[in-house]
């Protein structure tokens, strides 16, 4: 099943597009092209996205609660308003320190040149 994006043109609020549901971590698309994804996550207190290597960037940013973000062994901790962008090819982990909601950003176009 192919997953909607949020309505073009349409007004919205980021924060009210995803709620939290009880034990989980959920996202939900707000574009999705070839050359990169936008989507809204939601995580409850204490669950995390295992640690992985993605072969894009990924700029992160905070927009409710806080989290843990580690990359490359180094942990940042990121509060509302807050952003940092994970390195492609750099391994990365995410913990939810509380409730907290993100809006991430895949960049796939530009890695043309880049050999394997």
Not at 2 to 16: A, Y
Not at 17 to 26: G, K, M, N, S, W
Not at 29 to 43: M, R
Request: proline share 3%; net charge negative.
């Amino acid at each position: 099943m192919k997953e909607e994006e949020i309505e073009k043109g349409k007004r919205f609020t980021i924060c009210d597009i995803i709620e939290y549901p009880p034990h989980a971590v959920t996202s939900k698309t707000i574009i999705k092209k070839a050359t990169g994804i936008v989507s809204v996550s939601s995580f409850i207190s204490g669950e995390s996205l295992a640690a992985e290597i993605s072969p894009f960037d990924t700029f992160i940013q905070v927009i409710d609660g806080s989290a843990d973000v580690i990359i490359d062994r180094t942990s940042s901790t990121l509060a509302v308003g807050q952003g940092i962008i994970i390195p492609a090819h750099t391994r990365s982990s995410i913990t939810a320190t509380n409730r907290f909601k993100m809006v991430s950003m895949v960049i796939k176009s530009g890695y043309e040149e880049v050999i394997h």
